[in-house]
């Protein structure tokens, strides 16, 4: 490790005690760590010690700190396993990227399931814009954006939060920055979810915008306020139902299609042959959330069964594990998962 240096040494053994020879338990480990001197130990330990009680927490060592030197004590996995969590988050540091509560929990998290390599995840930058800089958050985010770059077609499917939708703008406006595309479509298909379009006021343009209000959140984000409207004006960046994608071939363009659980197997077929020459397709949606009437199949439930051995195209599943809102959406969603798992769920009558 080249920010930190360490040295293992058994913790002091108990004294012997005469008798018969007891089962004997691991001997506890001590590390000791140096930090490299060009590391602020504030930004490792956090504001008031915050990032020290969240290792402490998620953590099974014993973690005391003085100076610049970290202890650890354990078992070998929980020594082991607290010395790479550090190690991560000094390597975050040293890229000039500070840590938050939220990263210290996710470095920990990875970690612990053995995932590769947690500071390439979280200093992945995609999109600075107005001061805030877009990168995936988990393993499965990293591996949704790499697909981006290497494939035409992507499908990111997964539940609410996983960041799918805000991740395929951040990739089109980097896209079109770069200018390997001339212009952003952004598509839904118009579908209610327990509501009725046709008892919204004004025209259909002032029906659909709120129903594409998503869409633009996430453009606010990452363009400035005062420039979208000249896009949109422009043609440069196109927010339209998925209806409006018939009879199109769209060339050199950054494609996303968004709630795709929504489409009808035929609306599938009908938007991904949109493709034209030098564009790109991100399709997003989440199969456990379908407001289609009765009877009707979900286009995005059987497409990688059509497509899974087509080359070019990329199929990405986020979890629960994936959810970068609010913690609590993580614990909605993982609680849904469970409930309908159970025979129960599928026992209940369907409103």
């Known amino acids: 490790m080249d920010s930190l240096t360490s040295q293992d040494r058994p913790a002091t053994p108990a004294p012997r005690r005469s008798g018969p020879t007891p089962v004997r338990a691991e001997q506890p480990l001590e590390r000791r760590i140096s930090v490299a001197s060009s590391i602020d130990m504030v930004n490792v330990l956090g504001p008031r010690d915050e990032f020290l009680r969240i290792l402490e927490r998620e953590l099974e060592a014993d973690i005391h ?78 591996r949704y954006v790499d697909a981006i770059d290497k494939h ?82 422009a043609g440069t960046i196109e927010v339209a139902p998925l209806a409006y994608m018939r009879g199109r071939t769209l060339n050199d363009a950054f494609i996303i299609l968004d709630e795709a659980q929504n489409t009808s197997m035929e609306q599938m077929k009908m938007f991904l042959t949109r493709l034209g020459f030098g564009s790109r ?25 059509i497509l899974d051995d087509v080359a070019d195209i990329a199929f990405c599943h986020l979890t629960n594990h994936d959810v970068v809102r609010h913690k609590l959406v993580g614990r909605i969603v993982a609680a849904y998962d469970r409930f309908e798992a159970t025979d129960d769920a599928l026992e209940r009558p369907r409103r």
Do not use: W
């Open 281 to 305: 397709i991100v399709v997003t949606g989440d199969i456990t959330q379908v407001d289609l009437p009765g009877g009707t199949r979900s286009g995005l439930r059987v497409v990688q069964g």
């Open 152 to 233: 035409t077609v992507v499908f990111g499917i997964g539940p609410a939060g996983t960041g799918k939708t805000y991740l395929a703008v951040a990739k089109a406006v980097q896209a079109l920055q770069a200018k390997e595309v001339n212009r952003i479509v952004l598509t839904r298909p118009a579908v209610e979810a327990g509501e009725r379009l046709g008892f919204l006021p004004g025209t259909l343009n002032e029906k659909i915008d709120p129903y594409l209000r998503p869409l633009y959140d996430a453009l606010h984000d990452m363009l400035d306020p005062e420039s979208i409207p000249k896009l949109l004006t």
């Open 65 to 142: 700190v003085r100076g610049s030197e970290v202890t650890l004590t354990g078992s070998y996995a929980a020594v082991s396993l607290a010395a790479d969590v550090i190690n991560e988050m000094v390597t975050v540091l040293r890229t000039g990227q500070g840590l938050t509560p939220d990263a210290v929990e996710r470095i920990c998290a990875m970690m612990a399931a053995e995932e590769p390599a947690p500071a390439d995840v979280l200093t992945h930058n995609i999109l600075s814009s107005r001061g805030k800089t877009i990168r995936p958050k988990t393993l499965n985010q990293k």
